[in-house]
Nanobody, 124 residues
Framework: QVQLVESGGDSAQAGGSLTLSCAAS????????MGWFRKTPGNQREAIAA???????IYGNSVKGRFTISTDNAKNTLYLQMDSLKPEDTAMYYC??????????????????WGQGTQVTVSS
């Protein structure tokens, strides 16, 4: 049974940093595409980063240069390092897993599995 459990969401000041974690279980973690989505208070959903089994990584334009996605295969954990936070980063952040690839956001088009989400709030 696939399980994705996010943690690390918090409140932060603009310009600050947060690190989100996603503990994964029930599948071969290093063989799948792992990613992060966010849903804003206005209910806009955005794929922001993903990494696949080849080590390919993709970022959305809104977070490129500020956020870093990484994995620890020994711990079956996905991370999102968020730096230079902006108020518009305020959202619920979701970890996703899919057997696809990162190319052209393929594995993020309709990810097979989602976590329950963790809230990030950035104040100015």
């Amino acid at each position: 049974q696939v399980q994705l459990v996010e943690s690390g969401g918090d409140s932060a000041q603009a310009g600050g940093s947060l690190t989100l974690s996603c503990a994964a279980s029930g599948f071969k973690f290093n063989a799948w595409c792992m990613g992060w989505f966010r849903k804003t208070p206005g209910n806009q959903r955005e794929a922001i980063a993903a990494t696949d089994s080849d080590g390919s990584i993709i970022y959305g334009n809104s977070v490129k240069g500020r956020f870093t996605i990484s994995t620890d295969n020994a711990k079956n954990t996905l991370y999102l390092q968020m730096d230079s936070l902006k108020p518009e980063d305020t959202a619920m952040y979701y970890c996703t897993a899919d057997e696809g690839e990162v190319n052209d956001w393929g594995c993020m088009t309709r990810p097979a599995y989602w976590g329950q989400g963790t809230q990030v709030t950035v104040s100015s």
